[in-house]
Every structure is written in C-alpha cells, then in structure tokens.
C-alpha cells in the first residue's frame, strides 16, 4: 500500500497557486525555425561531401583498379613464360632422348 501511496503522489497535480505558463505559439515557430536552419546547414554538409568525397572515391578505385590489372598481366605473361620454358625442356628432353637411342642403335649395328 505504502508502494502505491508512493507512486501516485508523484501524480500529484502541483500547488494550484503557482501559475501555469500559458501557451506560445511563437516559441513553437521560433523552435520550428531553427530546426530548419540545421536541416539546411545538414544538407548543405551532405552536398559539400558528395562533391569532394565522390571524386577521392572515384580516384582510389580508379587506382586500385589499374594496380590489380597490372598485377593480373604480370602473372599471366610469368606463366605464359613458365609454359613456354617448359614446353622447350620438354622439346630439348625428346630430341635429346631420340639422339642418345639413335646413337645406342649406331653402337649395337655393326
């Protein structure tokens, strides 16, 4: 009982005596205006970065985009050389391999 005695004292409507203020619509306006003024200086803010941050954007993943191209032709020329290289071992393993059997034939003829 003493919990809800305690909870709607705070229900309690004030000293009667004291003066409620009355109702200004010109605070509400004035409130109403600086609201706007900082809508405006917000977007104001949100223009000035869309133009100076879009081109640092714009700029950076043109840079990233050339470094990975380059990257990309660099590993492929180095297997295009890897391939080539050990084609040709390849081809020198053959030719070194069809001579040694045909001098082996020469040997065992006589």
């Not at 223009?47 to 470094?67: C, K, M, Q, W, Y």
């Not at 390849?90 to 006589?110: A, D, G, M, Y």
Request: charged share 20%; net charge negative.
């Amino acid at each position: 009982m003493a919990a809800v005695d305690g909870l709607s004292a705070r229900f309690v409507p004030k000293d009667p005596e004291t003066p409620l203020k009355p109702f200004d619509i010109n605070e509400y306006a004035a409130l109403l205006v600086k609201v706007q003024e900082t809508v405006d200086s917000l977007n104001q803010l949100t223009r000035s970065v869309n133009e100076t941050g879009a081109p640092l954007i714009t700029n950076t993943l043109e840079a990233f985009n050339d470094a990975a191209e380059q990257r990309v032709d660099h590993i492929f020329w180095r297997l295009f050389q890897l391939l080539a290289a050990t084609g040709v071992i390849i081809l020198l393993l053959l030719v070194v391999s069809r001579r040694q059997k045909q001098t082996k034939n020469e040997c065992v003829q006589p």
